[in-house]
T-cell receptor, first 111, second 114 residues
Framework: DAKTTQPTSMDCAEGRAANLPCNHS???????VYWYRQIHSQGPQYIIH???NNETNEMASLIITEDRKSSTLILPHATLRDTAVYYC????????????FGSGTRLQVQP | DTAVSQTPKYLVTQMGNDKSIKCEQN?????MYWYKQDSKKFLKIMFS???????INETVPNRFSPKSPDKAHLNLHINSLELGDSAVYFC?????????????FGPGTRLTVL
């Protein structure tokens, strides 16, 4: 799996958009970008994933650059419950493979 | 209607003891995992089972032995517990049949070895 680089921590005001960047300059053509988050003391939770097109679901939007070397997870209206560690993971799409977690970005949503 | 459940949620035990952690998923998935999260919060894969067969076994001491009685269960047995085994253990599951391959995680089991 390709290596990813994320900022260690970020702050965001409640109600504002949270934009979490991820660099994955060595990504291969068949590797997807996945985002998971871990709220304190809970198991990780899937957020969204994409290959090359931008994706949106009920939780977030994923913007992938045209060269696929970086991406941004967007939480459009952050709430206090979005405070968590966010992990950007690059991997091929197969259900038999485990996830390789980095250190992630600790997002603190401020009231 | 919990998707992935683990028991117990907390486990406190003495060094040298043998303990088990149970995991069950009701999602109909065919692949299950055990992850370990240490005190520095790094999450690492330990084992992966697909249709009751071991497919990943990272560098984990032989004291750790996963057992999968059926596709819905993956238990973790630990012999001769050591202080360094203290961590949070997460079970997860996924399906090879779905293109999404999203992994669902359990709530975790916090193991403390005294």
């Amino acid at each position: 799996d390709a290596k990813t680089t994320q900022p260690t921590s970020m702050d965001c005001a409640e109600g504002r958009a949270a934009n979490l960047p991820c660099n994955h300059s060595t990504i291969s053509g068949n590797e997807y970008v996945y985002w998971y988050r871990q709220i304190h003391s809970q198991g990780p939770q899937y957020i969204i994933h994409g290959l090359k097109n931008n994706e949106t679901n009920e939780m977030a939007s994923l913007i992938i650059t045209e060269d696929r070397k970086s991406s941004t997870l967007i939480l459009p209206h952050a709430t206090l419950r979005d405070t968590a560690v966010y992990y950007c993971i690059v991997r091929v799409e197969t259900g038999r493979r485990a996830l390789t977690f980095g250190s992630g970005t600790r997002l603190q949503v401020q009231p | 209607d919990t998707a992935v459940s683990q028991t117990p949620k907390y486990l406190v035990t003495q060094m040298g003891n043998d303990k088990s952690i149970k995991c069950e998923q009701n999602l109909g998935h065919d692949t299950m995992y055990w992850y370990k999260q240490d005190s520095k919060k790094f999450l690492k894969i330990m084992f992966s089972y697909n249709n009751k067969e071991l497919i990943i076994n990272e560098t984990v001491p032989n004291r750790f032995s996963p057992k999968s009685p059926d596709k819905a269960h993956l238990n973790l047995h630990i012999n001769s517990l050591e202080l360094g085994d203290s961590a949070v253990y997460f079970c997860a599951s996924s399906s090879t049949e779905r293109s999404l391959n999203e992994q669902f995680f359990g709530p975790g089991t916090r193991l403390t070895v005294l």
